[in-house]
């Protein structure tokens, strides 16, 4: 069994025993209350024939917050056969816990 990490390792420029093949972005941006949301979303297909969506959302709604809200998420949406990563979906409020968590379980 794969795990996400190593993946999202790969994503994020560190050390992996996966590479990423290719990788195709879409943007979109729009206006919810006044306040401007911008989406990315990137497929990443790795040489062992996963790929992984990774999205990111993000307004721009005025904080201080050192950190602040975003929505972040990657999903397994190819896998060969006989493979499996896991978890196949991780979800995050905010850079930092993304970062915690890459730190974490890639140690």
């Known amino acids: 069994m794969d ?5 999202v390792s790969a ?7 996966v590479a990423i093949l290719k990788q195709t972005v879409q943007r979109d941006s729009w206006s919810d209350q006044g306040f401007d949301v911008q989406k990315e979303e990137t497929r990443y297909t790795f ?13 721009q709604f005025p904080t201080e917050l ?3 809200e975003c929505w972040i998420s990657y999903e397994v949406i190819e896998q ?7 978890p196949a ?4 409020d ?6 915690f968590w890459l730190k974490y379980y890639a140690a």
């Open 80 to 86: 060969p056969s006989g493979s499996r990563v896991s």
């Open 66 to 68: 050192v950190c602040a």
């Open 3 to 7: 795990k996400l990490v190593t993946y």
């Open 94 to 99: 905010n850079a930092c816990r993304e970062a």
């Open 11 to 17: 994503i994020h420029g560190h050390v992996s025993p």
């Open 89 to 92: 979906k991780k979800n995050f």
């Open 47 to 59: 040489d062992n024939g996963v790929v992984i969506r990774r999205v990111v959302e993000q307004d």
